[in-house]
């Protein structure tokens, strides 16, 4: 046995009996010798061109008494792994000094440095052994990430130069003596998986095997590396190396690093270790957390038992290490979990597959073979809308994207590498794992190499024989990637049970037993083909599939399955609700038998109870091939249910002949109203009391409602249009129950919920109100503008049982804590929950939790949670558990807030404004405004406006998301997105026909100038001032050279002698919609109720667009000639800019006051002038659907976000506005980049 070998079998044994300490940091400790230029070129590199202080890793040739006089120093602090020199020591890195023929020679003298000092340890120390591990660092340089913001699909460095880079370096660590090898600092886990590449590459090359430990990188608070990556998602990535550890170090000190830590711990089945920094820097980047509290936060990891393996990274010295190895000496070391075998991918975040997951949905539509559009989009290079392809998939609910370049005529490899590098810097996109597939093997190596996290490649098999098979199998689990297996082999694709049980055993068994394989990573499929074909041998088909997920699942262990779904029904095509039936019949039965994931449409998919009952045994004789001629039977009736996706009408009414309970049923999962009140009547009378209607089938087809909205089977806007049919039926029945004198059925629970003061947006509390009232609760609706004293009044008079607020404006949220500080003070005992578009959990657990410690304070992110967030709250036995894990969530949400506001550092106020564009104001020519002043525009042409509708935020308003009109056809959410917009259509005709709604604006232009640098002066005629703006800069420190904007940097400064002009602009669409809605509810109709609001957003926001247009092209005329669609306009590709106050460009709310004072003078406080719109004191515009703000028309103009600001510039904007500075945090508080 060799001396490596007996060390290796020393560490193994030192692993099982304590927490092992690793050595601390290696560059602190240069700098503490104060090395000069001199130092680091020796005698060898004294006529070295270029300048190397700084080349840390060049110490161990030039001054290797420095480097083994600090190795030394950290094992006589107790270290038992020294790590060796050579961080930077790759040619990647070297470069930066001219000296990457050096990486092989460092990497072997570093590791024979450290080896010698660790060897010459032991012999002081027999007993206890030290070991050399042979450090890997990241390089400089970041493979899935773009160096380049302008360019997101350019790298500077690949996955092959990686690893190329990367084998010489572990060569020579081997040569030089290392014990492990330690891929340490992972920022960016593609890096690390080239490293994990190369690594196993040079142990199969020189026929040896050490462990390897891995080291990843939380960058902030945000618990993310910095490529984003969660921990698990990252562990996920890696952990196909199978090493001897996995932990954390730097960027982080070991208090930051806790909760990442005890993830890792609960999540890795191995040995865990933590090296983190001396704590956080100070204001000159210098550590100063003293060893002792070091040690003391190490302790409690230890005491949690997180811990195997410990040591420190920056900052940290012998002493650290000395501290650490003193605490941590009494406690056991972590126990290694037993974790489930499982599918374990990754993108950005994690995704876990096992045979009790639910039904996994793969997103097809980036395959170039299956998509017409997606096919045109690549040949014509077009990747950004291809990239909205990609995202639309992922936020209809793919939790996995399927990506194809397969074309003749198509450069697959590189479509695909180009593709994929834009996704990673697509978050939204990357957060899923990716499906990398391709028939050309080229082609999905090249994909491997782009992606970070761990994905499936679709696909291997043994149609090409054994040998190459298992070739691709060893690649595949080299990348690190679980593979699709087709049931394919020498002889051809499997068409029958027997086949398909065969191949996929026989490749079960090379997989796992000769290539060693993970079975929780292979996924067969067993081929889908079309049934119903009129031919006898392919009656079975998907009996014979079904049969062999089957088989799979219970011989085949932990493997799992897929498949083209849609192929199914091939034969059908043309007949769309034909094949949604053989969709749900197919998936029902194959779903039972084990299929794990497939390639479906959701939107061709009927649920499977409301499939008429002649369809749906027609469809099952077919797909379970239980009568001979089931295939003549279903062609026989086809044609009856042929057509839009509806059943001709006969087969339509045949509900009507049902029993009346079951109508009933029927009419609210349908949302049908046409017959509800004599079918509602029909009940009563077979019913002894009228309020047993309500309590039979009326609330069992509300809970079929509840149950397929929670199970994802229907979407918003139908379950609306159930609570109005059960509104209706309800309305029907309480005269009769107040006849009776009975009481109401008792409901779950009273929940009270309102807009808060100073907020007239209800849309969404409405929306959560009725979801809620389906599934059974009280809801006591006080509207919108609400106060808290009544809120609060209401809440004891009616005894509710749980508060909900809602707001959208940003001045609501102040409001909310207000609310919270009083039911607080009032000695309230009641839930609050909290909702709208500028909440959030962050905002909830940082400013509104800690105001009121009574009950629970929850966020709730949508409608859709709103139901299981209050069956927990009043629920005795669900709620303590509930509460308790929102309580941590908040604490770290806190934590974390604290810890990104330390940190984060802005450019000072003068820096900012030192960094604003530079425009050559010699050579601009304002273009005058045809007038000068406001007009009004009343009863503008709503069938104008309509045509400048952007669809999808009305969508988006109710829980669909997808970009229109691609929502129409959605795989998931296309039925309901199609059916919601055509009642939109009719309702939008109904509004403008019948004029029940009108829209109108006001506008006009002034002279202006820049002053100040932040503000603009506004003139009348006269060229006296009449108004200010005030605007704020961003200070955000931006490292690609770009400016620090405020908007008044678009208007010609005052000292330029140029006469500038700025323009402002009220528009509504909302005149005359509050009282339709209110007819509406008044009536049982909240589904309509909303629809008119939801309509008249979107028109006024309409109105603003259009107006803009014509103040772009005729009133102001600065751009005559423009021709854009509405698509362009939706995307903002005409010149200027409106931004409004209260948004991002513009976030103070009160400057709408001067907006309103020079467009408006007559509007006050509740009461509308000219405009038809007036502010609240909150200043939010009533009616809600109204849009105001600025135009700026210099060629240059643009949108951006001001973000968060420090106090020089709050206190500049406090003088300049001439108020006091706790008025300014007020209405900035959600910018303000300090505590106030």
Same mark, same amino acid.
């Given at each position: ?51 190397? #202080? ?97 360019? $997101? ?5 690949? +996955? ?115 090296? $983190? ?62 974790? $489930? ?112 996290? #761990? ?186 249910? #042929? ?53 039979? $089938? ?186 308790? #894990? ?178 402002? +602009? ?107 719109? +007036? ?62």
């Amino acid at each position: 046995m060799s001396d490596r070998s007996v060390r290796l079998q020393a560490l193994k044994h030192a692993l099982k009996e304590r927490i092992l300490i690793l050595d601390g940091g290696m560059g602190t400790m240069i700098q503490s010798y104060k090395l000069e230029e001199q130092d680091y070129r020796g005698k060898r590199f004294a006529d070295w061109p270029s300048d190397v #202080k700084g080349n840390n890793d060049l110490l161990v040739l030039t001054r290797p008494d420095v480097i083994g006089s600090i190795e030394k120093a950290y094992l006589d602090a107790g270290a038992d792994i020294l790590e060796t020199n050579t961080f930077n020591a790759t040619q990647v890195s070297l470069a930066d000094y001219g000296m990457q023929g050096l990486a092989y020679e460092l990497n072997v003298e570093g590791a024979r440095l450290a080896r010698k000092v660790a060897d010459a340890k032991t012999l002081e120390t027999p007993d206890k052994p030290r070991f050399v591990a042979g450090v890997i660092g990241p390089t400089s340089r970041t493979c899935s990430l773009s160096p380049d913001v302008n360019n $997101p699909g350019y790298r500077n460095v690949t +996955f092959d130069e990686l690893v190329e880079n990367y084998t010489e370096a572990t060569k020579g660590l081997i040569e030089g003596g290392a014990d492990l090898i330690l891929i340490e600092t992972i920022f960016d886990t593609l890096n690390a998986k080239a490293a994990i590449f190369a690594v196993q590459g040079v142990f199969e090359e020189l026929g040896i095997e050490l462990p390897i430990m891995i080291s990843g990188t939380i960058t902030d608070a945000s618990g993310r590396t910095l490529s984003g990556q969660t921990t698990e998602a990252f562990w996920n990535s890696v952990a196909h190396a199978k090493p001897i550890s996995v932990g954390l170090n730097c960027a982080l000190g070991a208090k930051e690093l806790r909760p990442y830590l005890e993830e890792l711990s609960n999540k890795a089945g191995t040995h865990v270790s933590a090296h $983190p920094n001396a704590g956080l820097p100070n204001e000159f980047g210098e550590y100063d957390e003293l060893p002792a509290e070091t040690a003391k936060v190490i302790e409690e990891f230890a005491q949690s038992g997180f811990l195997n393996i410990v040591g420190g990274c920056c900052g940290t010295t012998p002493g650290h290490i000395e501290a650490i190895a003193k605490a941590v000496a009494g406690y056991a070391p972590r126990v290694i979990p037993e974790i $489930p075998k499982a599918c374990r991918l990754s993108g950005l975040e994690p995704f876990t597959i096992d045979r009790s997951s639910l039904f996994v949905n793969v997103g097809e539509r980036t395959n170039i073979t299956g998509s017409a559009k997606f096919a045109r989009l690549i040949r014509e290079d077009n990747y950004t809308e291809a990239l909205e392809v990609a995202l639309q998939q992922v936020e209809a609910g793919a939790q996995i994207i399927d990506i194809n370049m397969d074309e003749g005529m198509l450069d697959s490899k590189k479509a695909m590498v180009t593709f994929l590098n834009l996704i990673a810097g697509e978050p939204d996109i990357s957060r899923v794992p990716i499906m990398i597939d391709s028939s050309k093997w080229e082609v999905i190596e090249a994909g491997l190499k782009c992606i970070q996290g #761990k994905g499936i490649v679709n696909s291997i098999s043994m149609k090409e024989g054994v040998e190459q098979f298992i070739h691709h199998a060893k690649l595949c689990k080299r990348y690190g990637a679980a593979v699709v297996v087709m049931a394919f082999d020498e002889a051809g694709q499997a068409d029958t049970e027997a086949r398909k049980k065969e191949i996929c055993k026989r490749s079960y068994d090379i997989l796992v037993n000769e290539v060693g394989f993970p079975p929780e990573d292979i996924i067969f499929d067993p081929n889908i083909f079309a049934v119903a074909t009129g031919i006898e041998e392919h009656n079975n088909y998907a009996v014979d599939f079904i049969n062999a997920c089957a088989y799979i699942r219970d011989e085949l262990p932990y493997a799992l399955t897929s498949g083209g779904v849609s192929n199914v029904s091939f034969s059908f095509r043309g007949n769309n609700p034909v094949r949604e039936a053989i969709h749900s019949v197919f998936l029902l039965y194959a779903i039972r038998n084990g299929l794990t994931m497939g390639i479906v449409n959701a939107g061709q998919l009927e649920i499977y109870d409301q499939i008429p009952a002649e369809l749906r045994d027609a469809v099952e004789d077919v797909v379970l091939n239980r009568t001979p001629n089931g295939t003549d039977a279903l062609l026989a009736i086809a044609d009856k249910y #042929k057509g839009d996706g509806s059943v001709k009408e006969a087969e339509t009414e045949e509900w009507r002949n049902w029993d009346v309970n079951k109508r009933l049923e029927h009419a609210l999962v349908k949302g049908i109203t046409t017959h509800i009140v004599e079918d509602t009547e029909e009940s009563r009378q077979s019913f002894a009391r009228p309020i047993e209607v309500i309590e039979g $089938p009326l609330m069992c087809g509300m809970n079929i409602v509840g149950d397929l909205f929670g199970a994802g089977k229907m979407f918003l806007p139908q379950v609306v249009k159930s609570a109005r049919v059960m509104k209706q039926a309800v309305a029907h029945l309480i005269p009769f129950i107040e006849l009776e004198k009975g009481d109401k059925p008792e409901a779950k629970g009273k929940i009270l919920m309102a807009t808060v003061k100073g907020d007239v947006h209800d849309i969404g509390k409405n929306i959560v109100g009725v979801v809620l009232g389906c599934n059974g609760y009280d809801i006591v609706d006080l509207g919108v503008m609400v106060p808290a004293e009544k809120i609060l009044q209401v809440a004891k008079e009616q005894k509710c049982d749980i508060i909900g607020l809602s707001g959208l404006i940003t001045p609501s949220l102040d409001e909310m804590v207000h609310v919270a500080r009083e039911m607080q003070r009032q000695d309230f005992h009641l839930p609050l929950m909290i909702g709208g578009a500028t909440t959030s959990k962050a905002h909830t657990a940082v400013k509104i939790e800690p105001k009121y410690s009574n009950d629970a304070v929850i966020y709730v992110t949508d409608a859709s949670r709103a139901v299981g967030v209050a069956t927990q709250l009043l629920s005795k036995e669900l709620k303590p558990a509930f509460v308790e #894990k929102t309580r941590l969530e908040y604490i770290d949400v806190r934590e974390r807030t604290a810890n990104r506001s330390a940190r984060t550092e802005r450019l000072s106020y003068p820096a900012a404004i030192a960094k604003k564009p530079q425009f050559d104001w010699s050579t601009y020519v304002p273009v005058k405004p045809t007038f000068t002043g406001s007009r009004v525009l009343d009863n503008i042409d709503l069938k104008v406006l309509a045509e400048y509708i952007d669809w999808t935020p009305f969508f988006i308003s109710w829980d669909l998301a997808g970009k229109f009109p691609r929502i129409l056809q959605d795989e998931v959410v296309g039925e309901a997105a199609t059916a919601l917009y055509a009642d939109a259509q009719e309702m939008l005709a109904k509004l403008i026909d019948e004029k029940l709604i009108s829209a109108r604006a006001v506008f006009g232009f002034w002279p202006a100038n820049q002053v100040r640098e932040d503000d603009i002066e506004v003139y009348g005629d006269d060229g006296k001032p009449i108004a200010k703006l005030h605007h704020l800069r961003q200070q955000i420190i931006k490292t690609d050279g770009k400016p620090n904007f405020s908007l008044a940097d678009f208007v010609a400064p005052k000292d330029s002698e140029i006469t500038d002009y700025v323009g402002g +602009f009220i528009t509504t669409a909302g005149i005359g919609a509050e009282e339709v809605a209110k007819a509406y509810q008044d009536a049982g109709d909240d589904y309509n109720s909303i629809m008119v609001k939801a309509l008249a957003d979107r028109l006024a926001e309409a109105c603003a667009e259009w107006l803009h247009q014509q103040v772009r092209k005729e009133h102001w005329g600065y751009a005559k000639d423009e021709t854009l669609d509405n698509e362009a306009l939706i995307k903002e590709q005409y010149t200027g800019i409106r931004p409004a106050p209260g948004y991002p460009a513009c976030p103070d709310h009160t400057e709408k006051s001067t907006l309103f004072a020079l467009l408006d003078p007559e509007a006050s406080e509740m009461q509308a002038g000219r405009s038809g719109v +007036f502010l609240t004191e909150h200043y939010a515009m009533f009616p809600a659907a109204a849009v105001s703000g600025w135009y700026f028309a210099h060629p240059q103009a643009q949108y951006f976000a001001v973000g968060k600001i420090d106090k020089d510039q709050v206190q500049s904007y406090t003088s300049r506005k001439g108020q006091e500075l706790s008025v300014t945090e007020r209405w900035l508080a959600p910018n303000l980049g300090y505590d106030n």
